[in-house]
């Protein structure tokens, strides 16, 4: 009799084991939810928490934060969005990137450079850069073909060298809109738009 009561008191859960027991089931939950909602995911949402946190704290506009932000997502959102042609026909993420966003920045540019607005300012903007984008597409693509077997090299030098040598041009291109261009010197593409 003895004997049975031992044995099922040693079968019998101690506080401390059961203690491991919910350690364990917590443990297993957590990793579920990071296998679930990825590492990468929690670290984006813990630092926009703090950022917001911070915002309250320092009594800084949550509108106009959110409102940017938001603007922000839309902008980088038509970035991914350029890239999506690139990645299904396998020619990697950054080979014509930068060629092409140069050639839409040069449209918008201009089209701002002339007072247009809206609708209007948009769709000359793309009128713009559309033939740019064409010639200058046309010209990459040769490039690459003439350099079978480096395009890796060649495409990340060629975005570095396009994007530094559009840095002179916007310092020297013939904008005359005063509110567009530096007020010293009357020469030159302000940082911001």
């Known amino acids: ?27 297993k939950a957590a990793a579920n939810f990071l296998e679930w909602y990825g590492v990468p995911r929690l670290i984006i949402t813990c630092f926009l928490l703090a950022l ?39 020619a990697g993420l950054n080979f014509g990137l930068p060629v092409g966003i140069i050639c839409g920045l040069v449209g918008g540019v201009f089209s701002m450079s ?3 607005t809206g609708f209007t300012g948009f769709f000359v903007a793309i009128l713009l850069a ?10 990459y693509a040769k490039l690459l073909e003439k350099v079978a077997g480096q395009e890796m090299m060649v495409g990340t030098y060629v975005g570095f ?5 559009m840095a002179i041009f916007w310092l020297t291109a013939p ?4 509110s567009m ?13």
């Open 1 to 27: 009799m003895s004997n049975a009561n031992t044995n099922a008191n040693a079968n019998a859960p101690t506080p401390a084991s059961s203690g491991r027991v919910a350690e364990n089931r917590i443990i």
């Open 52 to 90: 917001l946190i911070l915002a309250v704290i320092y009594r800084m506009d949550l509108g106009s934060l959110l409102g940017d932000s938001l603007k922000r997502v839309g902008m980088n959102g038509l970035l991914v969005l350029a890239m999506v042609p690139t990645i299904t026909c396998g």
């Open 114 to 116: 002339m007072n247009l």
């Open 130 to 139: 559309l033939p740019l984008s064409v010639i200058a597409g046309w010209l």
């Open 161 to 165: 060298s396009v994007v530094a040598g």
């Open 175 to 178: 904008i005359k809109n005063p």
């Open 181 to 193: 261009i530096f007020a010293i010197g009357g020469q030159g593409l302000r940082y911001t738009l």
